[in-house]
């Protein structure tokens, strides 16, 4: 085989590589430079640690509606937002102001029902949303470490409230008016109590002493002055006592039950 030809098929290849070389250059060129400008028109630009900055950057499936946004505010706080395939809305991570982070979930119509939030001052929250988005349910840790759990009406009126703090666990339960009308509570001396009241806050209360093992009804008048007008204790002994006093809560009338039968009546103030 004649040197020459061979030298002249081997430029040939050289050429040719470099021409593919070339031709993938430019497309590569082509795409950076159409990158570079997506980049520079969305506010987005690469630090010289290759680092990506960005006020907003956005997810979008095959139809192009945003799946996932990661933005940050004119006040500088930071949100992540999870949208379907509707375009609704249905999951965000965000902090406040202040750092406090919180996490919300939708339904299907937008509107959050279930938020977690941990503020700076105060206790982790959790509250659960009727489909319309407000309240009905709010599970708290108080600064002091108590829990408690508020559940409320469709209208956010009423409800009941549970507390468990260092002295006593109770559970109230309160009118629409915002009239508290029922009250069970256990103490850390390990008494109880029931107490329930009418729109005027007169109440009815029952009350187990467990250190004096003694238990006890009362009757109490919420108006002028206001205190109570009848008690009814059986004491540990097994004596029966009850007691009458008028609003001034000066004793009037008393009875004494002995366990063996005998028995002791006494008026006062006539």
């Known amino acids: 085989m004649n040197p020459q030809f061979d030298e002249i098929a081997v430029l040939k290849q050289r050429v040719l590589g470099i021409e593919r070389e070339n031709r993938r250059f430019k497309t590569a060129a082509g795409a950076g430079v159409g990158l570079l400008a997506i980049l520079l028109l969305s506010g987005q630009s690469w630090r010289q640690d290759g680092v990506l900055q960005a ?4 997810l979008t499936d095959a139809a192009g509606k945003t799946c996932m946004k990661l933005s940050v505010d004119e006040h500088g706080r930071p949100q992540i937002a999870l949208s379907d395939s509707r375009g609704m809305r249905r999951l965000s991570i965000a902090l406040s102001d202040k750092g406090e982070p919180s996490v919300g979930f939708a339904r299907d119509n937008g509107a959050l029902g279930l938020l977690l939030d941990l503020p700076d001052n105060g ?23 108590t829990p408690k759990l508020h559940l409320v009406d469709d209208e956010g009126l009423g409800g009941i409230l549970a507390l468990a703090d260092a002295n006593r666990s109770s559970l109230q339960i309160w009118d629409r008016r915002g009239g508290l009308r029922a009250l069970l509570a256990a103490h850390r001396d390990r008494s109880a109590e029931i107490t329930l009241t009418d729109t005027r ?6 009350v187990s002493d467990e250190r004096s093992g003694t238990t006890g009804f009362s ?47 006494s008026e006062h103030g006539k």
Not at 55 to 58: I, K, P, T, V, Y
Not at 131 to 145: F, H, I, K, Q, V
Not at 201 to 206: C, Q
Not at 247 to 262: C, F, I, K
């Open 123 to 145: 206790g982790p929250t959790v509250e659960l949303r009727q489909r319309t988005g407000e309240p009905r349910a709010t599970l708290e840790l108080l600064e002091d470490g």
């Open 201 to 206: 806050f007169n109440a009815i209360g029952l």
């Open 219 to 265: 009757l109490t008048d919420m108006t002028g002055p206001g205190g109570p007008r009848a008690s009814l204790e059986l004491k540990a002994d097994g004596s029966l006592g009850f007691r009458a006093m008028d609003r001034n809560r000066v004793e009037r009338a008393s009875l004494v039950l002995q366990p063996d039968g005998t028995s002791a009546w």
């Open 55 to 58: 006020r907003e950057l956005s």
